[in-house]
């Protein structure tokens, strides 16, 4: 299976405006990064976002959202929300912007200065 396509789009225009802002195809889906970190992306029709470790018990107790664990092995900091999770544009937003802001704290790994 494909990733979402239209779900990726989604995730892009709320990033597109950002500074260190990219993407590629990654994990058989489409990552999204902030000066070189992963943040966030889509994979099959699932949401993936980086939120820390700090938020990651506080995620998973909320409707739609499951561990990342797409290879057998959990990482820990990371969630898969469904489709259902993120149907609403608000939705979407509320949780790229907690991404958002757990990736933006950390070291930045590449120089986006020409973005």
Same mark, same amino acid.
């Given at each position: 299976m494909t990733y979402n396509e239209v779900a990726s789009v989604r995730v892009?225009?709320? %990033? !597109? &405006? &950002?500074?260190g802002f990219s993407g590629k195809r990654m994990f058989g889906g489409f990552g999204y990064l902030l000066h070189g970190n992963m943040c966030c992306g889509i994979w099959k029709d699932y949401l993936i976002l980086r939120i820390g470790?700090?938020?990651? +018990?506080?995620? =998973?107790?909320?409707?739609?959202?499951?561990?990342?664990?797409?290879?057998?092995?959990?990482?820990?900091?990371?969630?898969?929300?469904? +489709?259902?999770?993120? !149907?609403?544009?608000?939705? %979407?937003?509320? %949780?790229?912007? !907690?991404?958002?802001?757990?990736?933006?704290? =950390?070291?930045?790994?590449i120089s986006m200065e020409k973005q």
């Open positions: 892009y225009r709320l %990033l !597109q &405006r &950002r500074k470790p700090d938020a990651y +018990a506080e995620m =998973l107790a909320k409707p739609h959202v499951k561990k990342f664990d797409i290879t057998g092995k959990e990482m820990r900091g990371w969630v898969m929300v469904e +489709a259902e999770g993120f !149907q609403s544009d608000e939705d %979407l937003r509320r %949780l790229v912007d !907690q991404a958002v802001t757990f990736t933006k704290s =950390l070291p930045k790994k």
